[in-house]
């Protein structure tokens, strides 16, 4: 229970942090915290499975996409 | 629309959404508080009628085979229109940036990774029946260990360890099979995706029978997929590392 209490709260405020972070490089790294305390609720309320879902895709696939469009992105905004 | 209008007109809907949100609320079901029969039900056959002793992984790949053959062409669809879509804005087609990485930790550190990554997924996959894990999350596991290389080498490395038409094959043929194991079940035991193999032994490999066949084709197709994004993401990426241009 008091497991439940700390996991359910660690990603309600990480949650609300990504949602508070402008920076878009900021907010990748912070939503990668909030994806890990996704996992931890996961495996606190007993779903493994969910969990390493969440695991697998938010700690490489989720980040990597948009840590590669930033990139990008960021290249082509630059005044020539 | 002045700020003033726009933040009258957010609090009103607002306060609305937030009272009917809350109105909601009341009615629920205390936590943890599960009325449905399906899953009861699931819980109990998935081992006695099924052998396999990830009940998750029995719903996955057996009762609910048929949703999981959606998802699989959903991620096969949207990793082809990345495909077409990224595709227009490359002009150079075969870029070779100087991206070596120059980190003596970043390349140690990835570099012992790599291995690590790449058996997890396989075991994930392996055990998709057995243990929590299954095709889905060994597959981008395994695509996980592709990344791990990226990072501790370069692209070039990446890119030669990963053709692009042998991990087309791989994709495709991991769809098909799904497809292929469903209508085997269609022939034999007159149904879409039933499982036709012999059942075997609850909590060993040598079990759940077919389930394993969906769950590695899925893992294939999975990892493929996943590969093949990153690919495209990263020659995207690679586009704007300094020195790409100038080389050609």
């Given at each position: 229970m008091i497991l439940q209490l700390i996991s359910f709260t660690a990603v309600m405020v990480l949650g609300v942090l990504v949602v508070l972070s402008f920076d878009p490089l900021r907010q990748v790294m912070v939503n990668g915290v909030f994806g890990l305390s996704l996992v931890v609720l996961f495996v606190v309320l007993q779903a493994p499975d969910v969990g390493l879902s969440e695991l697998v895709v938010g700690t490489v696939a989720f980040p990597l996409v948009l840590l590669a469009t930033i990139a990008r992105t960021k290249e082509t905004q630059r005044p020539k | 629309m002045s700020r003033r209008q726009r933040l009258t007109l957010f609090s009103v809907v607002a306060l609305g959404l937030s009272g009917f949100v809350l109105w909601a609320m009341t009615d629920l079901r205390s936590f943890g508080d599960y009325a449905g029969t399906y899953g009861v039900l699931l819980n109990k056959v998935g081992?006695?009628?099924?052998?396999?002793?990830?009940v998750v992984g029995a719903i996955v790949f057996d009762f609910r085979g048929f949703d999981t053959l959606g998802e699989e062409f959903i991620l096969f669809s949207s990793v082809m229109g990345v495909a077409f879509i990224l595709r227009s804005s490359l002009?150079?087609?075969d870029q070779r940036p100087l991206?070596?990485?120059?980190n003596d930790a970043t390349r140690t550190v990835g570099g012992l990774m790599v291995p690590i990554v790449l058996i997890m997924g396989l075991w994930l996959a392996a055990y998709g029946y057995v243990t929590p894990g299954g095709g889905f999350q060994g597959g981008v596991a395994i695509a996980s260990a592709a990344v791990l290389v990226w990072t501790a080498t370069s692209y070039r490395a990446f890119a030669r360890l990963t053709p692009a038409p042998t991990l087309d094959a791989i994709e495709g043929a991991g769809a098909a099979a799904y497809v292929v194991v469903g209508l085997v079940g269609l022939g034999l035991?007159?149904?879409?995706?039933?499982?036709?193999l012999p059942l075997g032994?609850?909590?060993?490999?040598?079990?759940a029978g077919s389930i394993g066949l969906l769950n590695w084709a899925s893992a294939f197709e999975v990892a493929a997929a996943n590969i093949l994004l990153y690919r495209e993401f990263f020659q995207e990426y690679v586009q704007t590392f300094p020195g790409v241009r100038e080389e050609r």
């Open positions: - | 081992v006695s009628e099924r052998h396999a002793s990830n002009k150079i087609k991206d070596a990485v120059s035991d007159g149904a879409f995706l039933a499982n036709f032994t609850a909590g060993t490999l040598a079990s």
